[in-house]
């Protein structure tokens, strides 16, 4: 099971850390991904980590203001995003995948149930 959380509504300019708890799998065995989905749009990839987390991928609209990172003893990964924009609005959602290739895009093993992000003009 992956819960997510963190989401809000933010202004521009503002920061969210987003967690993603991973329960019930052997966490530390999975690349993990948050994905997002703006209104009328499909899934987005947005950031990725490798299983020891030394290599991590950015969309490029991200790049830059994001950072994803992991906690294996927690079971743990975040997403910290900084100076957000209305663009970033979308529901945010974690996933595992164990084959390496397939983290930015899919088809991911598991989802987490996703998060609100929200940031006003």
């Known amino acids: 099971q992956l819960q997510a959380s963190g989401g809000g509504l933010v202004q521009t ?18 690349a993990m991904a948050w994905v997002r989905q703006a209104p ?14 030394g290599i991590t991928y950015y969309t490029d609209s991200v790049k830059g203001r994001s950072t994803i990172s992991r906690d294996n003893a927690k079971n743990t990964v975040y997403l910290q995003m900084n100076s957000l924009k209305p663009e970033d609005t979308a529901v945010y959602y974690c996933a ?15 989802w987490g149930q996703g998060t609100q992000v929200t940031v006003s003009s």
Do not use: H, M, N, Q
């Open 13 to 30: 300019g503002g920061s969210l850390r987003l967690s993603c708890a991973v329960s019930g799998r052997t966490f530390s065995s999975y």
């Open 96 to 110: 595992a995948v164990f084959v390496w290739s397939k983290v930015r895009i899919g088809p991911y093993d598991y």
């Open 40 to 53: 009328g749009e499909e899934r987005e990839f947005v950031a990725a980590i490798s299983i020891s987390g």
